[in-house]
T-cell receptor
Framework: SQKIEQNSEALNIQEGKTATLTCNYTNYSPAYLQWYRQDPGRGPVFLLLIRENEKEKRKERLKVTFDTTLKQSLFHITASQPADSATYLCALGSGGYQKVTFGTGTKLQVIP | ETGVTQTPRHLVMGMTNKKSLKCEQHLGHNAMYWYKQSAKKPLELMFVYNFKEQTENNSVPSRFSPECPNSSHLFLHLHTLQPEDSALYLC?????????????FGPGTRLLVL
């Protein structure tokens, strides 16, 4: 069955460092992969989308890579700030473009 | 905010009650979704509506009954729920076409079934 794993439930890093979150998947051939941010008591907010034929996408301090051979996406936040503390979700979409499968998320804590 | 509102934000109900969750989007989208988010579990897609027509029902029990009167409004009618149905219920919207996969989520309704 399809499975999405995000590297860990929680990740603590020091302010100013680069946070790297991992999303691995099995038994899946996604057409695209998305990253969302979710704060406590709120709905997820879209951050970035990367398609299967793209290797890397950037947006300000965010960078996403997508390796369909390794079946893995890496999500980087450079120069991390306490305000980046949140849960980050990866989501995979395939042929049925509206049917998106989410991972359980990684809770990031940036320590001042 | 995201342009998607949900009411109520919190709801406590007994197993014999009937209640409804409401979602409204102000983004001009024509696809709307219901998701369930339980602790330590990934978001689970429940229903998808495109242009007011239901196009996806992810094997959801009949005690959850969705309604989409127009492209801007979505309801989830609840009756005879179980305690395991306690969760955060999220509504989302998007454009109903490939290449427009970004979904915009509301803040959710935190439901507790006693």
């Amino acid at each position: 069955s399809q499975k999405i794993e995000q590297n860990s439930e929680a990740l603590n890093i020091q302010e100013g460092k680069t946070a790297t979150l991992t999303c691995n998947y099995t038994n899946y051939s996604p057409a695209y992969l998305q990253w969302y941010r979710q704060d406590p008591g709120r709905g997820p907010v879209f951050l970035l989308l990367i398609r299967e034929n793209e290797k890397e996408k950037r947006k300000e301090r965010l960078k996403v890579t997508f390796d369909t051979t390794l079946k893995q996406s890496l999500f980087h936040i450079t120069a991390s700030q306490p305000a980046d503390s949140a849960t980050y979700l990866c989501a995979l979409g395939s042929g049925g473009y509206q049917k998106v499968t989410f991972g359980t998320g990684t809770k990031l804590q940036v320590i001042p | 905010e995201t342009g998607v509102t949900q009411t109520p934000r919190h709801l406590v109900m007994g197993m014999t009650n009937k209640k409804s969750l409401k979602c409204e989007q102000h983004l001009g989208h024509n696809a709307m979704y219901w998701y369930k988010q339980s602790a330590k579990k990934p978001l689970e897609l429940m229903f998808v509506y495109n242009f007011k027509e239901q196009t996806e029902n992810n094997s959801v029990p009949s005690r959850f009954s969705p309604e989409c009167p127009n492209s801007s409004h979505l309801f989830l009618h609840l009756h005879t729920l179980q305690p395991e149905d306690s969760a955060l219920y999220l509504c989302a919207s998007s454009q109903a076409r490939a290449g427009q996969e970004t979904q915009y989520f509301g803040p959710g309704t935190r439901l507790l079934v006693l």
